[in-house]
């Protein structure tokens, strides 16, 4: 019987909001298998923001693990709330796509997500870039999927239960594989929005970047593969002031100035210069 990869979700993601800020709570990812020498390595797959450092330090322990045990982390892409405890796993090569690497040093100032240190949490690392045909171990491999940012990757990882694509923010929450529509955009909508057909087309089971993971059945519904579970602290229901509006998509955002973007990248003259 083939041996597949383990994957592990060690951090839940979650679609949480307030009118005051996000939560931006992403998934965080553990990929185990053998390497070429048949050596089992530990693959760590978008290790979130500081506010949930001591969460995952948890979710490591509980799993026999300490940050040392990771070989090595793979960022979809370079946005705050996916990238602040790279320095936990200082010791491990950090990868991540050429495009993503080059604009994490020079990101738009519009760009909310992608902070101007961005680059140099980054750099401070053992950073080396991957892309589309690249393995990060044998049969584990990365698909380009930009739009959401311009180097944003899936891991693609065999399982018994067929392709299983980790997306990132190429596909935030399960309901955008039937909108077709990246809800948030900092790069390019159109590429996004293929970005989304190629996942819909390539995965049987999609790990996406801030909801459960879920496959689509033959019906056409999504079959999440583990329940909701969140306990909220704080905050107690009846409270004063304390509102729950009712269910909603989120309205997608481009970012302004991704015009800018695309023609410095083709090499034309826009309208005003990104700083």
Known sequence: MAQYPRIDVVLGGYDLGTDVGLAAFCSVVLIEAPDASGALRRILVDPAHVGRRRFLLDALARRGLTPTDIDLVVLTHAHWDHIQNLDVFD???????PDERKYA?????NDWATPQWTGAIIERQDAREIAEGGELLPGIGVVDMPGHSPGSIGISVPTEAGLAVIT???LHFAYVLRTGINPLVFWDAEQAKRSIERIAALADV???GHDRPFRVAKSGEIEYLVPFRLTVNGIQPGMEGL???PPT????WVMPGVEEQLARLR???PATTPT
């Open 267 to 269: 090499g034309t003259t």
């Open 206 to 208: 999609i790990y996406p």
């Open 91 to 97: 010791h491990a090569p950090i990868y991540l796509h």
């Open 105 to 109: 040093q020079r990101p738009h100032r």
């Open 243 to 245: 509102e729950f509006p």
């Open 168 to 170: 990132g923010d190429a």
């Open 249 to 252: 998509q989120r309205v997608p």
